[in-house]
């Protein structure tokens, strides 16, 4: 017999049929339909779950949240002994010549951390530094030139208009 849309059937004990409740005694799930005798859950309206609770004792059944997922962007980290691994003496660094380097991927900017020692004289420009990075860097004869910040922009430009 070939296979055919219309002789299609479940296996055997696949499907099982709904328990019919309150169809006579003769069913199996007659006379009280499987709720035992008297009480308040033999009765209709007798199965309501829990009620509202009130609003503090509610709050306090909720599990604490741990912690939270900052949305502000994240710097990528480059350390002084990468810079002296990557760069000879006299080289400017920025943002630009340390993607090609292959130094950092990230598009929100670059932060120079003080992890490692440096020997070079470098140029840093436009970059985020911090405090031991660039003393390290100053130390060793280079030069930090920091970014400018948005209010040292706005009073240039409010004095030369």
Known sequence: MALKLYNLRPARGAKKNKKRIGRGDSSGHGSYSTRGQKGQRSRS?????????????????????????????????????????????????????????????????????GNGTIDKKLTIAGLKISQSAATAIVKAGGKVILPKKKEEIKKETAQKA
């Open 45 to 113: 309206g007798g199965r309501g779950g829990l009620k509202l609770k009130g609003l503090k004792s509610g709050i306090q059944s909720i599990p604490k949240l741990g912690g939270f997922k900052s949305l502000k962007p994240k710097l990528a980290i480059v350390n002084l002994d990468i810079l002296a691994k990557n760069y000879r003496n006299g080289d400017f660094v920025d943002a630009s010549s340390l993607w090609q380097k292959g130094l950092s991927d990230s598009k929100y900017g670059v932060k120079i951390l």
